[in-house]
């Protein structure tokens, strides 16, 4: 499968953060293949006006974001409102079409494997249905251990090949706080799964180059060796 599925552990936890990276390095380090990006599904305003504003795709904007529902909400509950339902058809339909024109997609998928899709699917079972490898993002916090051992648990029993573990500063965090609310032995140990890098805090997100260096820094050969 030529793409891979950055997913996280809640909203917020870092997907965005990670996927504009790993744009940025593709855009500068790997020009002679093509890259396609994808929202498959947003809620409200986020994430395909963010790579609009920050990289030239060369794509239609069906194909970055095939379906959108206003209320920034669980997309079952913002189709609800609009009186309309959540049809994953086309949307992979348009996954196909772009994968079938670019030499790898990169898929940022909504909340955490956890979060539903339909009144009956979650993120994980679309990422188990498309056969997406995929990577974590592990927001570092208190709690950040239980929840990368749950969301790996959920992931295996969804049959959702995780190929890592991604670590993001939500905030200016030290080394010491770091070591002690995400413990990379520990995660490491738990869950069985490499953790592929540490995402410092960005003051400015927008910075393209900074983000560039800090997808250089991460485990590429694991995590996107298909750009190497």
């Known amino acids: 499968?030529?793409?891979?599925?950055?997913?996280?552990?809640?909203?917020?936890?870092?997907?965005?953060?990670?996927?504009?990276?790993?744009?940025?390095?593709?855009?500068?380090?790997?020009?002679?293949?093509?890259?396609?990006?994808?929202?498959?599904?947003?809620?409200?305003?986020?994430?395909?006006?963010?790579?609009?504003?920050?990289?030239?795709?060369?794509?239609?904007?069906?194909?970055?974001?095939p379906l959108h529902f206003t209320a920034p909400l669980a997309p079952p509950i913002a189709a609800d409102l609009e009186g309309r339902q959540v049809q994953l058809e086309p949307v992979w339909q348009a996954f196909e079409t772009l994968r079938s024109q670019r030499d790898f997609v990169l898929v940022e998928a909504l909340g955490g494997l956890g979060s539903p899709v339909t009144h009956s699917t979650t993120v994980a079972d679309w990422a188990w249905d498309w056969h997406l490898p995929a990577v974590l993002v592990v927001p570092v916090k208190l709690g950040a251990i239980g929840q990368a051992v749950a969301n790996v648990a959920l992931a295996r029993q969804m049959k959702v090949h995780l190929r890592g573990i991604v670590l993001n500063c939500i905030r200016s965090t030290s080394i010491e706080e770091i070591e002690n609310w995400a413990s990379v032995s520990l995660i490491q140990r738990l869950t069985g799964l490499p953790v592929l890098g540490l995402i410092p805090h960005l003051a400015d997100p927008t910075d393209v180059e900074k983000?560039?260096?800090?997808?250089?820094?991460?485990?590429?050969?694991?995590?996107?060796?298909e750009a190497l």
């Open 211 to 225: 983000l560039a260096q800090i997808a250089a820094d991460l485990d590429l050969e694991r995590l996107i060796p």
């Open 1 to 65: 499968m030529n793409a891979l599925l950055i997913t996280g552990t809640d909203t917020d936890a870092g997907k965005t953060v990670l996927t504009t990276a790993l744009i940025a390095y593709w855009q500068k380090y790997c020009r002679s293949r093509s890259l396609g990006v994808m929202k498959p599904l947003q809620t409200g305003i986020g994430d395909r006006e963010t790579y609009g504003q920050l990289f030239q795709l060369d794509q239609p904007p069906e194909l970055l974001n």
